[in-house]
């Protein structure tokens, strides 16, 4: 079976739109409730660090980065995505492409990666912490969803390039 991962491009929008959709569904992902458009989804994610997984050719997972702050001094630190079709998750999918997504950061001189992640969510919990992020912080209430408060926590990742570790 041929696998690789490239850059994301809008022709593969049909398909990371439906996984992104797949994830909005388990309720556990995100706290957004609809899939944006192209260009909403392209304006608030940076150009660098946007990778697709492609078995045989079909989109299977994706992964991206998104700023925290427009301010300069955070020009190094970004927020990171990974979202894998339904049919497709526990083939470490999600943790090649996060492995990916971390090397090609640090290539762009990135020195923190960060995530929010839904305490119930484990899977992205356990591939981020193989990575070298580590919880720092439970965000209590940081949100509602269908009407009731959920929490986050708040991962992180120093760059070893950078020096800061």
């Not at 260009?39 to 990778?51: N, T, V």
């Not at 919880?135 to 800061?164: F, H, N, P, Q, Y």
Request: include cysteine; aromatic fraction near 10%.
């Amino acid at each position: 079976m041929k696998t690789m991962i490239e850059p994301m491009n809008p022709n593969h929008w049909k398909e990371v739109a439906a996984i992104y959709l797949e994830g909005i569904q388990t309720g556990n992902a995100t706290f957004q409730q609809q899939v944006p458009t192209w260009q909403d989804w392209d304006r608030d994610h940076l150009r660098k660090g946007r990778f697709v997984y492609l078995v045989e050719e079909k989109v299977t997972g994706w992964a991206a980065l998104s700023p925290v702050s427009g301010r300069c001094v955070y020009a190094g630190v970004a927020e990171v995505s990974v979202y894998v079709a339904e049919n497709f998750r526990g083939k470490k999918i999600g943790l090649q492409l996060l492995e990916h997504l971390v090397r090609e950061s640090e290539k762009e001189n990135f020195w923190t990666l960060q995530a929010g992640i839904f305490p119930e969510n484990i899977g992205s919990i356990k591939i981020h912490e193989k990575l070298g992020f580590r919880i720092v912080g439970l965000r209590e209430k940081i949100g509602k969803m269908e009407g009731k408060w959920r929490d986050t926590l708040l991962l992180e990742r120093r760059s070893k390039v950078a020096g800061i570790e």
